[in-house]
């Protein structure tokens, strides 16, 4: 197979494996750690329902539905049933000196009216960072309605991670293109760019973690290569093959792998005090390693077909050449200039804003409790330190004991509607950061563990290049036929 044909052939299945892994990222909702609301404010006199068709008519510019009035619900004792009624739609059932009336609904309401405007709260999409783009869209769809808008946690820029990422692998190529001489096995290296790239979903700490598996290709290239295209046929006899393993690919190399651990501490810094998830991490590493690989058991570099040239080695390297630090270069530039040119990465929020009216989860069950236990408790007493009842075998109410909404199955009801909203506002509320299903961390903390990118590229820098590529140095052997 030709020199070109094989790096096609092998970045079209890094391709396939890349969009599996940006499948499994959405899937898992990477792209969402910081998610956000616009809260949006017209005239109480502005229906709902029409607001909701306004927004919902963008399609999936904003992701997941507005929270409105309309689109909660109040519980109700209708006295052969608990009946579930719409907000919008309460006061048409039920007056002030109702019994009961609970106060709930009135709670409920005054997150979506109050002070005369009417509020809409919007999930922003994770890429939804550009404020300004937001207020262009918001004014569209308005048209000529008055409003506001305030943005509490914008989402992350997530087409800002894959352009930085898309730019680092540019200067990569060109990198590979004007050493192609010198260097020319780092052609390998060519098919890796698409499947790291699903790494761009973390930001700084995903674009340097791609920084390190390029370097630690680089690094392992040579036994790696002897691995997968042996000088000679292994023997079937299984000690022998340990044996020869150990000859040809573990002694000769033995100071390239002791550059091992200091890429797993590396990685286990970022994992540990970054976004970056761990099983997408060896998920993304598993993939990459099947495409290098492949990649060296095709590519060929002799440019004709037949079958590929392996030169044998007069003598073997006794310590790693470190080429890796120019060539990982753009990808660490890349890091730190994502984690200095994004607003909106730590989860940012509007400050300047609080959020006043909360409603508890508590104050829901409490809610439920009151309405399923209407019918059977004492009209003047208002707390549950009353005598409950229930129901006997002739459906008859009979009073008991056990404390009052005891026997009641949260279970048969649905889940705290305003729980996601609700908890929003009060880590917003506390100037805290946004905890989503991930882990959240401080800001400076995740930005001081990109730091340990710079030990892999401080070795290109204090070591000579003279002493490092002179042919006559004892550390360096090349590969001749």
């Known amino acids: 197979m030709s020199f070109f044909r094989s790096v096609l052939v092998a970045s079209l299945f890094s391709l396939l494996a890349a969009m599996a892994l940006h499948f499994l990222g959405f899937s898992f909702g990477y792209e969402e750690f910081r998610g956000g609301y616009a809260v949006l404010a017209v005239e109480d006199t502005i229906e709902d329902k029409p607001l909701r068709s306004i927004i919902q008519s963008t399609g999936l510019y904003f992701i997941g539905e507005p929270v409105s009035e309309s689109t909660q619900w109040i519980f109700l004792d209708g006295f052969d049933s608990i009946q579930r009624i719409p907000l919008d739609e309460y006061r048409e059932r039920v007056f002030d000196f109702d019994p009961r009336n609970d106060g709930y609904a009135d709670k409920v309401r005054e997150i979506f009216v109050r002070d005369g405007k009417r509020y809409a709260y919007i999930p922003l999409m994770a890429g939804n960072w550009n404020q300004t783009a937001l207020d262009n869209k918001l004014s569209e769809l308005m048209d000529d309605i008055p409003f506001t808008v305030d943005y509490f946690g914008i989402g992350r820029p997530l087409l800002l991670f894959f352009i930085i990422y898309a730019a680092a692998s540019a200067v990569l190529l060109i990198f590979i293109y004007k050493n192609r001489k010198v260097h020319r096995s780092?052609?390998?290296?060519?098919?890796?760019?698409?499947?790291?790239?699903?790494?761009?979903?973390?930001?700084?700490?995903?674009?340097?973690?791609?920084?390190?598996?390029?370097?630690l290709f680089i690094l392992l290239k040579e036994p790696l290569g002897d691995l997968v295209n042996p000088t000679r046929p292994h023997s079937k006899n299984f000690k022998k093959r340990m044996a020869e393993l150990y000859k040809e690919i573990i002694l000769p190399y033995k100071n390239y792998w002791f550059f091992l651990p200091v890429f797993i501490i590396a990685f286990s810094v970022l994992v540990i005090y970054s976004q970056l998830q761990l099983?997408?991490?060896?998920?993304?590493?598993?993939?990459?390693?099947?495409?290098?690989?492949?990649?060296?058991?095709?590519?060929?570099?002799?440019?004709?077909?037949?079958?590929?040239?392996?030169?044998?080695?007069?003598?073997?390297?006794?310590?790693?050449?470190?080429?890796?630090p120019v060539y990982i270069f753009p990808f660490i530039v890349g890091a730190f200039v994502t984690l200095f040119f994004t607003p909106y990465m730590a989860g940012t929020y509007d400050t300047a804003n609080k959020f006043d009216v909360i409603i508890e989860e508590q104050d829901y069950y409490n809610h439920i409790v009151f309405q399923s236990s209407f019918s059977t408790r004492n009209l003047g007493t208002a707390s549950g330190a009353f005598p409950a009842f229930h129901y006997d075998a002739d459906g008859l109410p009979v009073m008991n004991e056990i404390t009052q909404g005891q026997d009641i199955k949260m279970s048969d009801f649905p889940p705290f509607p305003l729980k996601y909203l609700m908890e929003f506002f009060i880590t917003v509320n506390s100037g805290d950061k946004a905890d989503s299903d991930m882990r959240n961390y401080s800001g400076i903390t995740e930005n001081l563990s990109l730091l340990v990118l710079l030990i892999f590229i401080l070795p290109g820098l204090i070591i000579n290049n003279k002493l490092l590529y002179n042919v006559k140095n004892i550390m360096r052997s090349r590969k001749d036929a």
């Open 279 to 324: 099983l997408f991490l060896i998920a993304v590493s598993i993939a990459s390693f099947a495409v290098f690989f492949f990649s060296l058991k095709i590519v060929s570099f002799s440019g004709v077909e037949h079958k590929r040239f392996n030169p044998l080695t007069i003598v073997k390297r006794r310590f790693p050449e470190f080429v890796f």
């Open 186 to 215: 780092i052609v390998n290296i060519i098919p890796m760019i698409p499947v790291l790239s699903s790494l761009g979903f973390f930001g700084a700490a995903g674009i340097g973690s791609a920084a390190l598996l390029y370097g």
